[in-house]
Structure formats: structure tokens, C-alpha cells
């Protein structure tokens, strides 16, 4: 496939723990460029999330000024503020992608919270001038809900329905731009197979995907990242479980290179619609609470990591300088001895 070297921004978008982590280290090794400040990995996921941790921290700001969070099951549609608030997000944003990717000519942007912010992210990237790329991993919902039991304590429920939210949204806003729905135990099995469907859809070969980039993807894309397999069915759960079964039929289709009817995803959103109209008053208030003392942890967290990577390097230089002062004794040593 023809290369291309016309800017455009790579998204990755999707649920939290669904492939997107992977999916955007693979477009990161294959030429697409990371923000300057990127989320470390931790015992959830210790290869690393490749997520603009200072994007993240804007865009869980964001969701808290809609009252939502990034957790809310009813955060469906997107929510705009009053105009002129509207529009001072939007020009901090633009500030933001900036400082981030400043004159990247692909930059990638994986934070799974733009999936439901991308009506604003989307001016953004047009107010600097970046067409959009989108690539959307498609992960089975309990595969997904596994995996935030275990790091949020989440009912399978909640998971399912928020993957639901977040897929739907992810589809929603990018029926205009090139896209590719990728599966994320593809990649897993088959990243080769999966990169080449990709960059049909997507209409261009990714920046560098060259022998030595694969070479590196091979030795990311391990066995070890297929954790909290699908053990069960989706009709184990009777609240959101058919629904979010449809909706995974739709994306596994459309991963698979079919063009399925939307039908599903329409019926779908009137579901999570009705259900917002009877429980979102009681359920999203308390959501959107919770999710900000997770933030405010969060940002604390990432910034105790600038921090002591900080001091890392300090403390590297400081080695350096230490050694670079005991050669430079060393020949005044010798000089001396020598007079």
C-alpha cells in the first residue's frame, strides 16, 4: 500500500481495557506519535498505557463540568455545555493537543475518554488543521467487565453497559472520517492480518511500519495482554446483556470488513435512552462524585511520577557529572606526578 505524508491524527478509541493500550503502542511503533507526557504502566497494566495522562486529566475535568464521569452508564449523547463555556474548553484543548504533540505529523491520541468527548475533539483537531484517522479495538464486553472488576470493583453490569455507551459513541462520531474496527484478539493472533485490513480501511499505510518496527510489534504483542477472557454469556446478565450482545455482533461484523445495518446501535442507544430517562438522575450524580476523587488520586499519582522521574534523572546527571570529575582528578593527578 502507497505510504502517505500528509498529517493526519491517529484516535484510538473505544472502552477503558478493551485493546485500545495495545492497539495504540502497535500505531506507535509503526510511525504515529505519542504527546510528551505519557501515562506509565502499573499493576493493571505494567507494559503501559500509551495515554496522554495531562489529556486525560482535561478530559476528566471536562465530563465533571457535564456532571458526568468517565464510569457514567448514561453519558449518551454528548452533553454541550453553554456556548461560552463550550468554547473556553475547547480553546484549552487546542492549547493543550499543542504543548502535547507540538509539530507531530501523526500525532496519536489514546485517551478512551475522548470516545465520548469527540464532538469537541473533533473541532479541536480541525481548529489545528489535523484530519482524523480513527481505529476502534472491539473486545468482548466481559472480557472487558473482568478486568475492571478487578482494578474498580465494577459489577459486570455497570462494564457492559458502559462499554455499550462508549462503543456507541466511538461509532457514532466517526461516520465520516476513515476508519478501522480492529479485533483485539486479532491483533493477539494475528497483527499482520489485522495491520493490513487497517490500513485498507483507513486508505494509507501507517508512517513506518517497516521490518524492525515489526520486529519490535512482535515482541509487544504477547500472549501475556489476553487476561479476563469471555468465560460467559451475555444473557447471564438480563438488564443489558441482549443489548450489548447486538452491539457486539454489529462490531465483531464490521471488524470482520462487512458493513452491517445500524439497526442494533439505534435500537440500542433508544434502550440506554429510556433507561437514562427512569435511573440517570439517581445513578449518574453519585458516578460523576466518585470519579472525581479517583481523578483528583489519579493526578496526584501521575504527578508523584513527573516527579520522581525527575529526581531519576537528576540523580543519573549528578553519576555522570561525579564521573566526569573523577577523570578530570585523575589526569590533574597524573599531570602532576608527572611534573
Known sequence: MPQTFERSAYLVLGMHR???????????????ELPDNVMPGDEHNAKGYFEPWKISVFNDQRLRAA?????????????????????EWKARAVDLFRAEFGEAIHPLLKDPRVSVLLPMWREVLAEVGMPIRAVIPVRHPLAVAGSLSRR????????????????LA???????????????????????????????????ALPRLDERAAGKIDEFL???????????????LPLVGP????VLDWFVAAASGAEPDRAPLEQAAAQIAKMKSQMGVLVSPVTSQLDSTRAELLHQRQLNEVQASAMRALEHEAAL???????????????????
Open 170 to 204: 466511538a461509532e457514532t462520531h466517526t461516520r465520516d472520517v476513515p476508519r478501522a474496527f480492529v479485533s483485539y484478539d486479532g491483533l493477539l493472533t494475528d497483527w499482520r492480518k489485522e495491520v493490513a485490513a487497517m490500513e485498507r480501511a483507513l486508505g494509507g
Open 321 to 339: 557529572l561525579r564521573q566526569e570529575h573523577a577523570k578530570i582528578e585523575a589526569v590533574v593527578d597524573a599531570a602532576l606526578a608527572a611534573r
Open 243 to 246: 443489548m450489548a450482545q447486538s
Open 18 to 32: 478493551s485493546g485500545t493500550s495495545a492497539t495504540a503502542q502497535l500505531l506507535a511503533l509503526a510511525g504515529a
Open 152 to 167: 474498580d470493583a465494577f459489577p459486570p453490569e455497570k462494564s457492559v453497559l458502559v462499554w455499550t455507551i462508549y462503543m
Open 222 to 236: 504477547t500472549k501475556d495482554l489476553r487476561h479476563n477472557e469471555a468465560l460467559e454469556s451475555l444473557e447471564s
Open 67 to 87: 456532571k458526568s464521569a468517565w464510569d457514567d452508564p448514561f453519558n449518551l449523547p454528548y452533553q454541550p455545555l453553554a456556548p461560552d463555556a463550550e468554547a
